[in-house]
């Protein structure tokens, strides 16, 4: 985080307003408050752009037995009492979903957030 709040760090993703995008931009500017480039690429090439040393942290998409992992995770964490009383303290419902059921969910968001960014004519720049 040092590093990144240097002003001197990038990230890479799959291109301008994809989701790795998007995720990457709330995670550093939206919640951490950092300034950090955005370095967009062809999907197939933001991968080897880490490994290659180009960039050091990539935001991609993960392999299916990765997001089971980490979905059983969260909803296990998310049934812990210790959760359930802190987001009941902020005031928040922890909704627990299995993949498909969140897949769904995502799906409908893009289709809201979408329909926002044409209403409003937003433009990536």
């Known amino acids: ?10 990230y890479e993703s799959s291109g301008n307003g994809t989701t790795t995008h998007l995720g990457a931009e709330w995670l550093f500017r939206g919640l951490a408050k950092v300034d950090i480039t955005h370095v967009p690429f062809q999907p197939a090439a933001a ?3 880490v490994v290659s040393g180009q960039v050091p942290i990539a935001s991609t998409s993960m ?6 992992f980490l979905n059983n995770e969260i909803n296990k ?16 419902e922890a909704i627990r979903m299995d993949r498909p059921t969140l897949r769904r969910y995502v799906g409908s968001e893009v289709g809201k957030w ?8 937003i433009q990536v720049q």
């Open 1 to 10: 985080m040092a590093l990144a709040r240097s002003g001197t760090m990038a």
């Open 77 to 92: 964490a998310l049934g812990a009492k210790s959760v359930q009383d802190r987001f009941e303290t902020l005031l928040l």
């Open 47 to 49: 991968t080897n752009a």
């Open 114 to 121: 979408g329909r926002l960014v044409k209403d409003l004519k």
């Open 63 to 68: 392999p299916p037995a990765v997001l089971d």
